[in-house]
Nanobody, 126 residues
């Protein structure tokens, strides 16, 4: 059983920055692509960013491209999301997820991910 635990969320003013972390249990972290999703109030969960197993390839939703950076440290079983120039529309619960074996590594579809964290709240005030 894999556990994903997010941290780093909080309240920040527009234009500010936050760094989210997602720590994974188990010994196979480096074998899986990882991603971040988010869900705003009243909206469906949406893809934010994904990273390949080595960290050499990344993908972003258009809405965060140029502002967010995904990275990972396989020695620490952790994936990060650096969020800069935050906007009120970035307010959401942010989830990390493990890509299911055999799925497209940068899939934007929820059902291509088999393990999810509990989420961390990010609130951006205007």
């Amino acid at each position: 059983q894999v556990q994903l635990v997010e941290s780093g969320g909080g309240l920040v003013q527009a234009g500010g920055s936050l760094r989210l972390s997602c720590a994974a249990s188990g010994r196979t972290f480096s074998l899986y692509e990882m991603a971040w999703f988010r869900q705003a109030p009243g909206k469906e969960r949406e893809f934010v960013s994904a990273i390949s197993r080595s960290g050499g390839s990344t993908a972003y939703a258009d809405s965060v491209k140029g502002r967010f950076t995904i990275s990972r440290d396989n020695t620490k079983n952790t994936v990060y999301l650096q969020m800069n120039s935050l906007k009120p529309e970035d307010t959401a619960v942010y989830y990390c997820a493990r890509n299911a074996y055999g799925s497209k590594w940068s899939s934007v579809r929820e059902y291509d991910y088999d393990y999810w964290g509990q989420g961390t709240q990010v609130t951006v005030s205007s």
